[in-house]
């Protein structure tokens, strides 16, 4: 297997002890061998300390696909993770054995037209981790691009250095609809890519925000973690108005722009109906593949639609948030488990589940 997990032919070396979560068929996950890669010039072999588990984890666990990408194969899951380097390619000068790293999962081609404008996130040619049919990261050990490793600050931790790729989808989407200190947001879903962009937005110099979801214990971390107002809201699209009036009044001013972190027709339609004419509505989450939204009245309001996926050059900045203590991402951390067959069953379960559940973690 190659970096990522892709197959590479006989020149692979073969680490018989490591051991991965491996997703097998719908509901089954089994812990089996998991071969590396032979290190490259510039790869390191990392062992993996703290792995979260992220909602597409779970969908391609309940239904073997996420969107358009289909689980043909077994493949090994996870790719919310931070580890120890147990050793480095002999091109690699910034890192050493011993370093704590945070991995960013995807790499890129670097030579297609949008690699060369810097839109690395978007390469057709992504090699993702636990994206298919590319291997993930729970697993004791994996080799990777050490360009895509970085060095953890001694203030930040492994679940931190973990929570590093959930957050950077909250600082792209801050980014891509340019939130800043006289900016008053809207967040729509209170899980966790809701919370860590409100946590993103707050860290930008966003005044106000108002979140808002369905259930009572999100609403009230939301709450917990620095949200202005929360409004709880139905499934129904026949309260969109009636709801829109609640967040207007909880929020006590113009909404400049909304974060869809669902990704709903209903969390769609009361973004594009909540944000004021010329705002911006930035959908962050994929929750139906294809909706059904009142955008003629939106755009006669010139409000913009942004899309957001994945995230780009967002590791050195959170890190930078973590480190200075502008976000605080232990509070997501709810449930933590080890690597047996037992407790990776029950943790998936357990982040299925939601209820309390907010970030699922495995600590190796």
Known sequence: MGKGGMSEGEGSKVEEENMAAWLVGLNTLKIQPFP?????????????????????????LKTMRCADFIVKEPMVIGHECA????????????????????????????????????????????????????????????????????????????????????????????????????????????????LVTMLAARAFGVPKIVIVDVDDNRLSVAKRLGADGIVKVTTSL????????????????????????????????????????????????????????????????????VGVFRYKNTWPLCLEFLTSGKIDVKPLITHRFGFSQKEVEDAFETSARGSNAIKVMFNL
């Open 36 to 60: 590396l890669p032979t290190l490259g010039p510039h790869d390191v072999r990392v062992r993996m300390k703290a792995v979260g588990i992220c909602g597409s984890d779970v969908h391609y």
């Open 83 to 194: 580890g120890i380097i147990e050793e480095v390619g002999e091109g690699v000068k910034h890192l050493v054995v011993g370093d704590r790293v945070a991995l960013e999962p995807g790499i890129s081609c670097w030579r297609c037209n949008l690699c060369k404008e810097g839109r690395y996130n978007l390469c057709p040619e992504m090699k993702f981790f636990a994206t298919p049919p590319v291997h993930g990261s729970l697993a004791n050990q994996v080799v990777h691009p050490a360009d895509l490793c970085f060095k953890l600050p001694e203030n930040v931790s492994l679940e931190e250095g973990a929570m590093c790729e959930p957050l950077s989808v909250g600082v792209h989407a801050c980014r891509r609809a340019e939130v800043g200190p006289e900016t008053n947001v809207l967040v729509m879903g209170a899980g966790p890519i809701g």
């Open 238 to 305: 026949e309260d969109v108005g009636s709801e829109v009036e609640q967040i207007k009044k909880a929020i006590g001013s113009n909404i400049d722009v909304t974060f869809d972190c669902a990704g709903f027709n209903k969390t769609m339609s009361t973004a594009l109906a909540a944000t004021r004419c010329g705002g911006k509505v930035c959908l962050v989450g994929m929750g139906h593949g294809i909706m059904t939204v009142p955008l003629t009245p939106a755009a006669a309001r010139e409000v913009d639609v």
